[in-house]
């Protein structure tokens, strides 16, 4: 079943370059920057010519850090270029060029150039996403950019910058997650598999570029620490946030706002005031975590959450942040994921549990969450079977689904 991963478009010159591009996926046993970096060079090296980067892994916050990033930079008046993934309702949101969202026109032409000019190559989504990002990035004037690792980050396709780019390496909390790639079999790594986690974020460290981490576990923080010396890359250790407002909910942020203060603090390419740094931690945006919906054709007038956290760490960030409180949950999942991650910390605060299907993929169904789960053909039929109890509802469990819900719900990012 084709993802929706791949986006669709109303505009048919950038739907034809999604087309070209729903061909390609990761090619099978092959780990490396080999093809990024000679796709980089046909196009004339456009990663070696961004405004400074700050580069972000993780397995679970890194995103956000990218929020706060942004908003913070902005706030003191710098124009950001932005990639991060997966999209949520349109491939446009991957690309933000000095603050707005990709134009269908320039989409269309910069996948066109990257795919024609690879061809032979086999690259695959994702190189070809992030070649398109950074030669859009490269074409237009800004100040500085906010790179999002994809998956791990030694072999991520983003790793291809270099350090003389780079202001600030960060790496947010870390989890287990896309274990076939990132535990693959190998000489020479660590093999306890949380150390080997570590092991493949802290790839992106580069020689003198400071690398930023939240605390982690000591087998972690060792792993972490061994990379960055044997790279020459000075080690910092986050704090949390201050007590000053977050536009992100849920006590986890803090840890995140954190992470990207510091990486602010730690580089000297670009100064960020105080003021800025709390005007953009109280004005981030970051859809599908821990995000409130508004009023809209899914939701009508009732309290509604969306979350498209998949993991036991995203399980327990929601557990924490709904604890002593009654909620209905609908849930979808794709098949792979494990839905105790959620159901288990969620277990005591729910009322009901309602399985969708997860669009464009094959999906957990509704015994896979319990004997009291029950089915629903989609989001708004899930939402029309909930009892108008006055209780919060939680839309969790995929990303994929979080973009859906948007979708319908008409909240498309600008």
Known sequence: MKPLDFGRSDDPAVQAQLDRLSALSVPQGRLGLETIRALMQRLGDPHRKLPPVFHVAGTNGKGSTCAFLRAMLEAHGYRVHVTTSPHLVRYNERIRLAGALISD???????????????????????????????????????ACVVEVGMGGRFDATNVLE????????????????????????????QEPMARIAFEKAGIAKAGVPL???????????????????????????????????????????????????ML??????????????????????????????????????????????????????????AGQRLHLVIGMIEGKDPSALTT????????????????HD????????????????????????????????????????????RLNDEVQD
């Open 345 to 360: 910390p969620l277990g005591p605060m729910l009322a009901s549990i309602t399985a969708v299907p997860v669009p464009g």
């Open 265 to 322: 603090r730690a580089q000297t390419a670009l100064p960020v005031s105080d003021a800025a740094m709390a005007a953009g931690l109280a004005g981030a945006r970051w859809p599908a975590r821990m995000q409130r919906l508004g009023p809209g054709p899914l939701t009508g007038g009732r309290e509604v959450w969306l979350d498209g956290g998949h993991n036991p760490q995203a399980g327990a960030m929601l557990g924490a942040y709904f």
């Open 163 to 190: 350090p003389d780019t780079i202001a600030a390496c960060g790496i947010a909390a870390l989890g287990l997650d896309h274990e076939r790639f990132l535990l693959a079999p190998e000489d020479g790594v660590p």
């Open 363 to 406: 999906w957990r169904p509704a015994t896979a969450f319990g004997p009291q789960a029950r089915p629903a053909s989609d989001l708004p039929a899930a939402m029309a079977a909930i009892p108008d109890d006055g209780l919060p509802v939680l839309i969790a469990g995929s990303l994929y689904l979080a973009g859906e819900a948007l």
């Open 105 to 143: 026109a320039e989409l269309a032409a910069v996948l066109a150039e990257v795919l024609d000019t690879g061809e032979d190559l086999a690259p695959s989504f994702f190189e070809v996403t992030i070649a398109a990002a950074f030669l859009a990035f490269a074409r237009t004037p800004a100040d």
């Open 212 to 262: 930023v981490t939240i605390a982690q576990p000591e087998v972690e923080m060792t792993a972490i620490r061994a990379v960055a010396i044997g790279m020459g890359a000075p080690v910092i250790i986050a704090q949390n946030a201050p007590d000053m407002p977050l536009a992100l909910p849920g006590a986890h942020q803090r840890v995140n706002a954190g992470l990207a203060v510091a």
